[in-house]
């Protein structure tokens, strides 16, 4: 188990997850999950320079909907280039900040940031198999919704790969749109397969497309 470090600089919980939280919004609300990389910004391969920030066309306006419509927005994010080594937590603090300022100047808020460093191949203690914390594994979403008291089976999720989808289907979410920015176009079929009776898979362009989901079309009250 790793030291747990809940600091401003590094929220850290004791199995090395950033935990951010950055608004407590009301209890018992549905929320927004989102992707980060090839779904709110450009895929980069292991983003760690704030230069090569690119944020997809409408990211903005769709958080700022949820947030008109008092939609928790919460980042879940893997980030297997910490265990790896390529790049630390003050590399993806500053990338973070640079990411969530860019939103704000839009309008457009982030609740809470989740982002999971393990990887089987990772260095040390980071090193697992299959942490129940990175996708497709549910554990940010799980643990954002006891931290923040959310209503996850209102919740939608908005993803470009196929274990973006499995994470929210495994969370018991409501839905996921499956987005082709990023690696989407080659991880369609795959995500396809996880549609149930029970977990609606939708599928668009991009997270512009997030604006016609039940849970940004509903009224949520304040």
């Not at 390529?86 to 990338?95: A, C, L, N, P």
């Not at 749109?177 to 989407?184: E, I, R, S, W």
């Amino acid at each position: 188990m790793l030291k747990s470090s809940q600091s401003a600089e590094h929220p850290l919980d004791s199995q090395g997850i950033w935990c951010q939280i950055l608004r407590h919004p009301a209890p018992e609300r549905p929320a927004l999950f989102l992707d980060r990389d090839g779904a709110i910004v450009e895929d980069r391969d292991y983003l760690r320079r704030v230069d090569d920030i690119v944020v997809i066309p409408r990211a903005a306006e769709v958080i700022a909907a949820a947030n008109e419509q008092s939609v928790p927005v919460i980042m879940v994010t893997n980030q297997s280039g910490i265990g790896r080594g390529y790049y630390g937590w003050t590399e993806f603090k500053s990338v973070q900040d640079a990411i969530v300022a860019l939103l704000a100047a839009e309008g457009a808020r982030i609740d809470a940031v989740y982002a999971c460093p393990h990887h089987p191949q990772a260095a040390g203690l980071l090193a697992h198999p299959d942490h129940p914390a990175r996708k497709p594994n549910p554990g940010m979403l799980l643990q954002a919704a006891s931290a923040l008291a959310l209503d996850l089976k209102s919740s939608w999720l908005v993803g470009d790969k196929a274990d973006d989808i499995e994470a929210a289907k495994r969370a018991g979410i409501a839905g996921a749109l499956q987005v082709a920015t990023g690696h989407g176009k080659a991880e369609r079929q795959r995500a396809g397969r996880l549609a149930s009776p029970i977990f609606e898979v939708r599928f668009g362009q991009s997270i512009a497309d997030a604006m016609m989901l039940p849970i940004l079309t509903a009224r949520h009250g304040e």
